[in-house]
Protein backbone atom coordinates (compact mmCIF):
# COMPACT_ATOMS: atom_id res chain seq x y z
CA UNK A 1 0.00 0.00 0.00
CA UNK A 2 3.02 2.31 0.14
CA UNK A 3 4.20 2.21 -3.73
CA UNK A 4 0.03 3.71 -4.26
CA UNK A 5 1.84 7.16 -4.74
CA UNK A 6 3.58 5.26 -8.46
CA UNK A 7 0.45 4.70 -9.77
CA UNK A 8 -1.11 7.36 -12.01
CA UNK A 9 -4.52 9.21 -11.38
CA UNK A 10 -6.79 6.86 -13.77
CA UNK A 11 -5.62 4.16 -12.00
CA UNK A 12 -6.02 5.17 -8.46
CA UNK A 13 -9.47 6.47 -9.26
CA UNK A 14 -10.75 2.76 -10.82
CA UNK A 15 -9.02 0.69 -7.88
CA UNK A 16 -10.85 3.09 -5.09
CA UNK A 17 -13.96 2.59 -7.12
CA UNK A 18 -13.49 -1.13 -7.46
CA UNK A 19 -13.13 -1.34 -3.06
CA UNK A 20 -9.33 -2.53 -4.15
CA UNK A 21 -7.46 0.16 -2.54
CA UNK A 22 -9.41 2.81 0.16
CA UNK A 23 -9.06 6.74 -0.41
CA UNK A 24 -7.60 6.77 3.08
CA UNK A 25 -4.74 4.58 2.07
CA UNK A 26 -3.88 6.48 -1.18
CA UNK A 27 -4.10 9.80 0.49
CA UNK A 28 -1.64 7.95 3.68
CA UNK A 29 0.75 7.13 0.73
CA UNK A 30 0.96 10.87 -0.61
CA UNK A 31 1.58 11.95 2.39
CA UNK A 32 4.09 9.52 3.41
CA UNK A 33 5.88 10.28 0.19
CA UNK A 34 5.49 14.13 0.46
CA UNK A 35 7.11 13.89 4.38
CA UNK A 36 10.00 11.89 2.48
CA UNK A 37 10.72 13.84 -0.55
CA UNK A 38 9.92 17.62 -0.31
CA UNK A 39 12.28 18.52 2.03
CA UNK A 40 15.05 17.95 -0.80
CA UNK A 41 12.76 19.45 -3.16
CA UNK A 42 10.42 22.52 -1.87
CA UNK A 43 7.65 21.40 -4.23
CA UNK A 44 4.53 21.47 -1.76
CA UNK A 45 4.35 24.39 0.03
CA UNK A 46 0.79 23.91 1.97
CA UNK A 47 0.20 20.46 3.04
CA UNK A 48 -3.61 19.45 3.94
CA UNK A 49 -2.74 16.24 5.61
CA UNK A 50 -5.99 16.94 8.46
CA UNK A 51 -8.25 18.36 5.80
CA UNK A 52 -7.01 15.24 3.22
CA UNK A 53 -7.58 12.30 5.63
CA UNK A 54 -10.94 13.98 6.61
CA UNK A 55 -12.23 13.96 2.68
CA UNK A 56 -10.71 10.62 2.33
CA UNK A 57 -12.81 8.98 5.36
CA UNK A 58 -15.67 10.91 3.65
CA UNK A 59 -15.38 9.48 0.52
CA UNK A 60 -14.98 6.06 1.52
CA UNK A 61 -18.38 5.89 3.39
CA UNK A 62 -19.44 7.04 0.00
CA UNK A 63 -18.79 4.27 -1.55
CA UNK A 64 -20.31 2.28 1.52
CA UNK A 65 -23.06 3.52 1.03
CA UNK A 66 -23.05 2.66 -2.72
CA UNK A 67 -22.99 6.46 -3.68
CA UNK A 68 -22.56 7.75 -7.26
CA UNK A 69 -18.85 8.30 -7.80
CA UNK A 70 -17.35 11.15 -10.06
CA UNK A 71 -14.60 10.58 -11.76
CA UNK A 72 -12.01 10.83 -9.77
CA UNK A 73 -13.43 9.98 -6.50
CA UNK A 74 -11.14 9.42 -3.41
CA UNK A 75 -8.21 10.83 -5.59
CA UNK A 76 -5.24 13.36 -4.35
CA UNK A 77 -4.52 16.15 -6.26
CA UNK A 78 -2.11 19.45 -6.07
CA UNK A 79 -3.07 23.10 -6.50
CA UNK A 80 -0.26 25.60 -7.86
CA UNK A 81 -0.77 28.49 -4.87
CA UNK A 82 -2.27 31.24 -7.36
CA UNK A 83 -5.75 29.54 -7.87
CA UNK A 84 -8.10 30.21 -5.42
CA UNK A 85 -8.71 27.49 -2.77
CA UNK A 86 -11.38 29.27 -0.39
CA UNK A 87 -10.27 29.64 3.46
CA UNK A 88 -6.81 29.40 1.91
CA UNK A 89 -4.10 32.23 0.81
CA UNK A 90 -3.46 32.53 -2.71
CA UNK A 91 -0.17 34.04 -2.07
CA UNK A 92 1.06 33.87 -5.55
CA UNK A 93 4.69 33.08 -4.43
CA UNK A 94 4.78 36.40 -2.40
CA UNK A 95 5.24 37.57 1.27
CA UNK A 96 2.52 40.87 0.49
CA UNK A 97 -0.30 37.79 -0.21
CA UNK A 98 0.77 35.51 2.23
CA UNK A 99 -2.67 36.53 3.98
CA UNK A 100 -4.87 36.90 0.74
CA UNK A 101 -7.62 34.84 1.76
CA UNK A 102 -10.66 34.76 -1.23
CA UNK A 103 -14.13 33.62 -0.49
CA UNK A 104 -14.75 30.72 -2.98
CA UNK A 105 -12.29 28.16 -5.23
CA UNK A 106 -11.56 28.99 -8.11
CA UNK A 107 -13.76 27.21 -11.10
CA UNK A 108 -11.46 24.87 -11.38
CA UNK A 109 -10.51 23.73 -7.93
CA UNK A 110 -14.42 22.91 -7.78
CA UNK A 111 -14.53 20.88 -10.77
CA UNK A 112 -11.93 18.67 -9.19
CA UNK A 113 -13.45 18.61 -5.80
CA UNK A 114 -16.79 18.10 -7.63
CA UNK A 115 -15.40 15.25 -9.77
CA UNK A 116 -14.74 13.78 -5.96
CA UNK A 117 -11.05 14.20 -6.04
CA UNK A 118 -9.72 15.44 -2.40
CA UNK A 119 -6.75 18.33 -2.17
CA UNK A 120 -3.73 17.52 -0.95
CA UNK A 121 -1.76 20.57 -1.32
CA UNK A 122 -0.23 23.81 -2.51
CA UNK A 123 2.14 23.99 -4.80
CA UNK A 124 5.05 26.42 -5.24
CA UNK A 125 5.49 29.31 -8.25
CA UNK A 126 8.10 32.36 -9.25
CA UNK A 127 6.83 35.44 -7.88
CA UNK A 128 3.19 36.62 -9.14
CA UNK A 129 3.63 33.42 -12.04
CA UNK A 130 6.60 35.77 -13.95
CA UNK A 131 9.21 33.91 -14.20
CA UNK A 132 10.30 30.42 -16.82
CA UNK A 133 12.23 29.00 -13.38
CA UNK A 134 10.40 28.26 -9.87
CA UNK A 135 11.58 29.76 -6.50
CA UNK A 136 9.56 32.58 -4.52
CA UNK A 137 10.18 35.07 -2.21
CA UNK A 138 7.79 33.62 0.22
CA UNK A 139 8.80 29.83 -0.14
CA UNK A 140 11.93 30.08 -1.78
CA UNK A 141 13.57 27.58 -4.32
CA UNK A 142 11.89 24.56 -5.66
CA UNK A 143 14.39 21.93 -7.86
CA UNK A 144 14.57 19.39 -10.17
CA UNK A 145 14.44 16.55 -9.22
CA UNK A 146 16.51 15.36 -12.40
CA UNK A 147 19.43 17.08 -12.38
CA UNK A 148 19.30 19.55 -8.92
CA UNK A 149 21.90 21.98 -10.49
CA UNK A 150 19.12 23.13 -13.83
CA UNK A 151 15.77 24.89 -13.27
CA UNK A 152 12.31 23.07 -12.45
CA UNK A 153 10.97 24.96 -15.46
CA UNK A 154 8.33 27.56 -14.12
CA UNK A 155 5.88 29.49 -12.89
CA UNK A 156 4.15 25.95 -12.07
CA UNK A 157 7.50 24.29 -11.22
CA UNK A 158 6.22 23.32 -7.99
CA UNK A 159 3.44 21.00 -9.79
CA UNK A 160 5.71 19.50 -12.14
CA UNK A 161 8.36 18.45 -9.72
CA UNK A 162 5.21 17.00 -7.06
CA UNK A 163 3.98 14.81 -9.71
CA UNK A 164 7.52 13.94 -11.05
CA UNK A 165 8.32 12.56 -7.96
CA UNK A 166 5.00 11.11 -6.70
CA UNK A 167 4.04 13.26 -4.21
CA UNK A 168 0.85 13.71 -6.24
CA UNK A 169 -0.44 11.79 -8.86
CA UNK A 170 -2.54 14.93 -10.13
CA UNK A 171 -2.33 18.81 -10.42
CA UNK A 172 -3.86 22.06 -11.74
CA UNK A 173 -1.48 25.64 -12.87
CA UNK A 174 -1.51 27.92 -15.23
CA UNK A 175 -0.10 29.07 -18.56
CA UNK A 176 0.14 32.73 -19.42
CA UNK A 177 3.51 32.37 -21.09
CA UNK A 178 4.60 28.91 -20.98
CA UNK A 179 3.54 27.70 -17.38
CA UNK A 180 2.14 24.13 -17.78
CA UNK A 181 4.34 23.39 -20.63
CA UNK A 182 8.11 24.15 -19.32
CA UNK A 183 7.84 22.44 -16.30
CA UNK A 184 6.21 19.46 -17.82
CA UNK A 185 9.26 19.54 -20.17
CA UNK A 186 12.01 20.26 -17.82
CA UNK A 187 10.18 17.38 -14.82
CA UNK A 188 9.21 14.69 -17.69
CA UNK A 189 5.95 14.78 -17.15
CA UNK A 190 3.10 15.03 -19.50
CA UNK A 191 0.43 18.65 -19.69
CA UNK A 192 -1.90 20.58 -22.17
CA UNK A 193 -2.19 24.40 -22.15
CA UNK A 194 -6.34 23.74 -22.96
CA UNK A 195 -7.95 25.65 -26.05
CA UNK A 196 -8.39 29.68 -25.02
CA UNK A 197 -12.44 29.21 -23.38
CA UNK A 198 -12.15 25.55 -22.97
CA UNK A 199 -11.47 26.05 -19.10
CA UNK A 200 -12.76 28.61 -17.05
CA UNK A 201 -10.41 30.81 -15.51
CA UNK A 202 -11.46 33.15 -12.71
CA UNK A 203 -10.29 34.34 -9.34
CA UNK A 204 -10.13 37.06 -6.73
CA UNK A 205 -6.63 37.39 -5.77
CA UNK A 206 -5.10 40.26 -6.73
CA UNK A 207 -7.85 40.85 -8.90
CA UNK A 208 -11.36 39.42 -10.06
CA UNK A 209 -10.92 42.14 -12.50
CA UNK A 210 -8.10 40.54 -15.46
CA UNK A 211 -6.15 42.36 -17.42
CA UNK A 212 -6.38 42.63 -21.33
CA UNK A 213 -3.25 40.08 -21.56
CA UNK A 214 -4.59 37.64 -18.90
CA UNK A 215 -8.13 37.70 -20.83
CA UNK A 216 -6.38 36.48 -23.88
CA UNK A 217 -3.45 34.85 -22.91
CA UNK A 218 -4.09 33.08 -19.72
CA UNK A 219 -5.47 29.60 -18.90
CA UNK A 220 -5.83 27.00 -16.52
CA UNK A 221 -4.74 23.65 -17.42
CA UNK A 222 -3.71 19.88 -15.81
CA UNK A 223 -1.07 18.24 -15.12
CA UNK A 224 -0.05 14.75 -14.71
CA UNK A 225 2.57 11.85 -15.21
CA UNK A 226 0.49 10.15 -18.16
CA UNK A 227 -1.17 11.80 -21.02
CA UNK A 228 -4.18 9.98 -20.04
CA UNK A 229 -4.52 11.61 -16.60
CA UNK A 230 -4.43 14.90 -18.56
CA UNK A 231 -7.06 13.34 -20.80
CA UNK A 232 -9.59 12.63 -17.68
CA UNK A 233 -8.74 16.08 -15.66
CA UNK A 234 -8.89 18.17 -18.94
CA UNK A 235 -12.80 16.44 -19.47
CA UNK A 236 -13.83 17.40 -15.52
CA UNK A 237 -12.12 20.88 -16.06
CA UNK A 238 -13.81 22.12 -19.32
CA UNK A 239 -17.04 24.18 -19.73
CA UNK A 240 -18.75 27.67 -19.89
CA UNK A 241 -18.62 29.06 -16.14
CA UNK A 242 -20.64 32.08 -15.44
CA UNK A 243 -17.65 33.58 -13.39
CA UNK A 244 -15.43 33.69 -16.77
CA UNK A 245 -18.00 35.25 -19.07
CA UNK A 246 -15.31 34.24 -22.24
CA UNK A 247 -15.54 30.37 -21.37
CA UNK A 248 -16.83 28.30 -23.48
CA UNK A 249 -19.25 24.72 -24.00
CA UNK A 250 -17.08 23.45 -26.71
CA UNK A 251 -17.11 19.08 -27.33
CA UNK A 252 -14.40 17.54 -26.33
CA UNK A 253 -13.84 15.59 -29.27
CA UNK A 254 -14.90 16.24 -32.86
CA UNK A 255 -14.75 13.78 -35.87
CA UNK A 256 -11.38 14.59 -38.57
CA UNK A 257 -10.78 11.94 -41.25
CA UNK A 258 -7.58 11.51 -41.45
CA UNK A 259 -4.24 10.67 -42.03
CA UNK A 260 -3.68 13.32 -39.92
CA UNK A 261 -0.67 15.60 -41.81
CA UNK A 262 1.94 16.74 -38.61
CA UNK A 263 4.03 19.65 -39.77
CA UNK A 264 7.43 19.01 -37.91
CA UNK A 265 9.85 21.61 -37.05
CA UNK A 266 12.51 20.11 -35.21
CA UNK A 267 14.91 23.38 -35.25
CA UNK A 268 12.55 26.19 -36.01
CA UNK A 269 14.60 28.54 -34.80
CA UNK A 270 17.93 27.07 -36.82
CA UNK A 271 20.85 27.07 -35.22
CA UNK A 272 19.52 28.14 -31.99
CA UNK A 273 17.83 24.98 -30.91
CA UNK A 274 20.21 22.55 -29.45
CA UNK A 275 20.98 19.58 -31.44
CA UNK A 276 19.37 17.04 -28.34
CA UNK A 277 16.94 18.74 -28.58
CA UNK A 278 16.39 18.40 -32.49
CA UNK A 279 17.59 15.17 -31.76
CA UNK A 280 13.92 14.55 -29.45
CA UNK A 281 11.97 16.17 -32.26
CA UNK A 282 12.99 13.62 -34.62
CA UNK A 283 12.42 11.04 -32.15
CA UNK A 284 8.61 12.17 -31.80
CA UNK A 285 8.46 12.45 -35.55
CA UNK A 286 9.17 8.84 -36.08
CA UNK A 287 6.91 7.82 -33.58
CA UNK A 288 4.29 9.43 -35.14
CA UNK A 289 5.01 8.39 -38.42
CA UNK A 290 4.93 4.86 -36.69
CA UNK A 291 1.68 5.76 -35.54
CA UNK A 292 0.15 6.40 -38.68
CA UNK A 293 0.41 10.29 -39.18
CA UNK A 294 1.65 11.87 -42.31
CA UNK A 295 4.73 13.59 -41.03
CA UNK A 296 6.57 16.67 -42.99
CA UNK A 297 8.94 18.86 -42.39
CA UNK A 298 7.62 22.52 -42.60
CA UNK A 299 7.98 25.66 -40.04
CA UNK A 300 4.61 27.23 -39.66
CA UNK A 301 4.04 31.18 -40.61
CA UNK A 302 5.35 33.94 -38.92
CA UNK A 303 6.73 32.04 -36.42
CA UNK A 304 8.88 34.00 -34.19
CA UNK A 305 7.05 37.27 -35.25
CA UNK A 306 4.31 35.86 -33.27
CA UNK A 307 6.46 35.44 -30.07
CA UNK A 308 7.87 39.03 -30.45
CA UNK A 309 3.76 40.76 -30.97
CA UNK A 310 2.83 38.02 -27.52
CA UNK A 311 5.84 39.67 -25.45
CA UNK A 312 5.28 43.54 -26.79
CA UNK A 313 1.15 42.74 -25.47
CA UNK A 314 2.05 41.17 -22.42
CA UNK A 315 4.59 43.68 -20.96
CA UNK A 316 2.78 46.74 -23.04
CA UNK A 317 -0.32 45.40 -20.60
CA UNK A 318 1.66 44.91 -17.54
CA UNK A 319 2.90 48.62 -17.50
CA UNK A 320 -0.07 49.50 -16.47
CA UNK A 321 0.34 47.85 -13.05
CA UNK A 322 4.37 47.95 -12.69
CA UNK A 323 3.97 50.18 -10.36
CA UNK A 324 2.15 48.01 -8.13
CA UNK A 325 3.55 44.43 -9.01
CA UNK A 326 7.49 45.37 -8.53
CA UNK A 327 7.28 46.24 -4.99
CA UNK A 328 5.79 43.24 -3.87
CA UNK A 329 8.61 40.65 -6.30
CA UNK A 330 11.62 39.72 -5.36
CA UNK A 331 14.53 40.78 -6.89
CA UNK A 332 15.25 37.84 -8.98
CA UNK A 333 11.91 38.16 -10.67
CA UNK A 334 11.99 42.22 -10.76
CA UNK A 335 15.65 41.78 -12.81
CA UNK A 336 14.23 39.19 -15.19
CA UNK A 337 10.90 41.46 -16.24
CA UNK A 338 13.18 44.38 -16.58
CA UNK A 339 15.40 42.49 -18.75
CA UNK A 340 12.75 41.37 -20.89
CA UNK A 341 11.34 44.64 -21.05
CA UNK A 342 14.89 46.13 -22.52
CA UNK A 343 14.66 43.09 -24.95
CA UNK A 344 11.51 44.18 -27.00
CA UNK A 345 10.45 47.49 -28.71
CA UNK A 346 8.20 49.25 -26.02
CA UNK A 347 4.05 49.69 -26.39
CA UNK A 348 3.74 53.47 -26.62
CA UNK A 349 0.11 53.94 -25.88
CA UNK A 350 -3.39 52.80 -26.91
CA UNK A 351 -3.02 53.30 -30.65
CA UNK A 352 0.33 50.71 -30.76
CA UNK A 353 -1.34 48.87 -28.83
CA UNK A 354 -4.59 48.13 -31.10
CA UNK A 355 -1.86 48.04 -33.99
CA UNK A 356 -0.44 44.86 -32.09
CA UNK A 357 -3.79 43.69 -31.56
CA UNK A 358 -4.29 43.63 -35.29
CA UNK A 359 -1.19 41.96 -36.17
CA UNK A 360 -2.15 39.69 -33.89
CA UNK A 361 -5.41 39.05 -35.83
CA UNK A 362 -3.24 38.72 -39.27
CA UNK A 363 -1.08 35.79 -37.91
CA UNK A 364 -3.84 34.34 -36.03
CA UNK A 365 -5.39 33.78 -39.82
CA UNK A 366 -2.09 32.78 -41.25
CA UNK A 367 -1.99 30.28 -38.45
CA UNK A 368 -5.34 29.33 -38.98
CA UNK A 369 -4.81 28.57 -43.17
CA UNK A 370 -1.93 26.43 -42.25
CA UNK A 371 -3.68 24.41 -39.55
CA UNK A 372 -6.52 24.00 -42.13
CA UNK A 373 -3.71 21.46 -43.86
CA UNK A 374 -1.36 20.56 -40.75
CA UNK A 375 -3.61 20.40 -37.87
CA UNK A 376 -1.28 19.71 -35.79
CA UNK A 377 2.32 21.04 -35.34
CA UNK A 378 5.48 19.31 -33.49
CA UNK A 379 8.28 21.59 -32.23
CA UNK A 380 10.86 21.27 -29.38
CA UNK A 381 8.92 22.84 -25.93
CA UNK A 382 12.10 24.95 -25.51
CA UNK A 383 14.89 25.24 -27.60
CA UNK A 384 17.43 24.48 -25.41
CA UNK A 385 18.07 21.99 -22.17
CA UNK A 386 16.48 23.07 -18.88
CA UNK A 387 19.06 25.93 -18.07
CA UNK A 388 21.30 25.77 -14.57
CA UNK A 389 20.06 28.09 -11.92
CA UNK A 390 20.07 31.64 -12.26
CA UNK A 391 20.70 31.79 -16.02
CA UNK A 392 17.52 34.06 -15.98
CA UNK A 393 18.11 36.65 -14.01
CA UNK A 394 21.84 36.92 -12.99
CA UNK A 395 22.52 38.73 -16.06
CA UNK A 396 20.46 40.78 -19.02
CA UNK A 397 22.52 38.28 -21.58
CA UNK A 398 20.88 35.49 -19.62
CA UNK A 399 17.39 36.65 -19.29
CA UNK A 400 17.25 37.33 -23.48
CA UNK A 401 19.28 33.55 -23.60
CA UNK A 402 15.94 32.55 -21.51
CA UNK A 403 13.69 34.04 -23.72
CA UNK A 404 15.26 32.71 -26.48
CA UNK A 405 14.10 29.29 -24.96
CA UNK A 406 10.76 29.72 -24.56
CA UNK A 407 9.96 30.90 -28.07
CA UNK A 408 8.40 28.06 -29.48
CA UNK A 409 5.45 27.84 -27.13
CA UNK A 410 4.55 31.44 -27.94
CA UNK A 411 2.18 31.19 -30.77
CA UNK A 412 -0.09 28.87 -28.52
CA UNK A 413 -0.46 32.02 -25.89
CA UNK A 414 -0.63 34.60 -28.22
CA UNK A 415 -3.39 32.77 -30.65
CA UNK A 416 -5.51 30.72 -28.04
CA UNK A 417 -4.37 27.41 -29.37
CA UNK A 418 -4.33 23.86 -27.59
CA UNK A 419 -0.80 22.78 -26.77
CA UNK A 420 0.03 19.46 -25.11
CA UNK A 421 3.90 18.76 -24.10
CA UNK A 422 4.97 15.05 -23.42
CA UNK A 423 8.72 13.70 -22.84
CA UNK A 424 10.55 12.28 -25.49
CA UNK A 425 13.76 11.18 -24.06
CA UNK A 426 16.52 12.16 -21.63
CA UNK A 427 19.99 13.79 -22.34
CA UNK A 428 22.53 11.35 -22.10
CA UNK A 429 24.82 13.66 -20.43
CA UNK A 430 22.75 16.31 -18.01
CA UNK A 431 20.17 13.35 -17.28
CA UNK A 432 17.18 16.05 -17.80
CA UNK A 433 14.35 15.10 -19.87
CA UNK A 434 13.47 16.71 -22.79
CA UNK A 435 9.72 17.14 -23.76
CA UNK A 436 7.98 18.15 -27.39
CA UNK A 437 5.19 20.11 -27.92
CA UNK A 438 1.86 19.44 -29.91
CA UNK A 439 0.03 22.15 -30.80
CA UNK A 440 -2.95 22.27 -32.74
CA UNK A 441 -6.52 23.79 -34.20
CA UNK A 442 -8.92 25.98 -31.57
CA UNK A 443 -10.82 23.47 -29.61
CA UNK A 444 -8.71 19.98 -31.05
CA UNK A 445 -6.97 19.45 -27.92
CA UNK A 446 -8.65 16.16 -28.19
CA UNK A 447 -6.01 15.48 -31.57
CA UNK A 448 -3.04 17.32 -29.30
CA UNK A 449 -3.91 14.44 -26.88
CA UNK A 450 -3.96 11.88 -29.54
CA UNK A 451 -0.44 12.67 -30.45
CA UNK A 452 0.73 12.90 -27.19
CA UNK A 453 -0.59 9.52 -26.21
CA UNK A 454 1.05 7.97 -28.94
CA UNK A 455 4.24 9.64 -28.42
CA UNK A 456 4.27 8.44 -24.84
CA UNK A 457 3.49 5.04 -25.90
CA UNK A 458 6.59 4.65 -28.13
CA UNK A 459 8.84 6.70 -25.69
CA UNK A 460 7.51 6.21 -22.51
CA UNK A 461 10.04 7.79 -19.85
CA UNK A 462 9.78 5.97 -16.49
CA UNK A 463 8.31 8.18 -13.92
CA UNK A 464 8.07 9.10 -10.46
CA UNK A 465 11.25 9.18 -9.44
CA UNK A 466 13.76 9.78 -6.34
CA UNK A 467 15.54 13.37 -6.48
CA UNK A 468 18.84 13.37 -6.87
CA UNK A 469 19.15 16.07 -3.62
CA UNK A 470 19.54 19.40 -2.98
CA UNK A 471 23.50 20.56 -5.39
CA UNK A 472 26.25 21.98 -2.93
CA UNK A 473 25.77 25.87 -2.88
CA UNK A 474 22.22 26.30 -3.10
CA UNK A 475 19.13 26.29 -0.39
CA UNK A 476 15.23 25.78 -0.22
CA UNK A 477 14.98 29.11 1.00
CA UNK A 478 16.79 30.92 -2.21
CA UNK A 479 14.60 32.16 -4.29
Known amino acids: MSELWRLRA???????????VTSVEVVEAHLERIAEVDPQVNAVVRVLADEARAAAAAADRQIADGAVLGPLHGVPFTVKEN???????????VPALAEAIPPENAPAVDRMLDAGAILLGRTNLSDMALRVDTGSTLHGRTYNPWNAARTAGGSSGGEGVALATGMSPLGLGTDIGGSLRSPASACGIASIRPSAGRVPDAGYVPSADRLLAVQLFNVVGPMARRVADVRLALGVLSGAHPRDPLS??????LPLDGPIRVAVSASPLGDKVDPAVAAAVGKA?????????????????RYEEAEEVWLRLLLGDYASVLDHLLPIMGAPGVAFLNALSDSVAPVSGLAEMSGLLAVRDGIARDWSLFLQDHPLILTPTWSQLPFEIGLDTETAAGAVATRQLIKPMMPANLLGLPSACVPATRDNETGLPVGVLITGRRFRDDLCLDAA?????????STPIDPVGTPSGHSPNES
Do not use: C, F, N
Not at 285 to 301: F, T
Open 10 to 20: GELAARIAGKE
Open 83 to 93: LDVAGLPTTWG
Open 248 to 253: LDVPAE
Open 285 to 301: ADALSDAGYDVVDVVPP
Open 453 to 461: EAIESRLPL
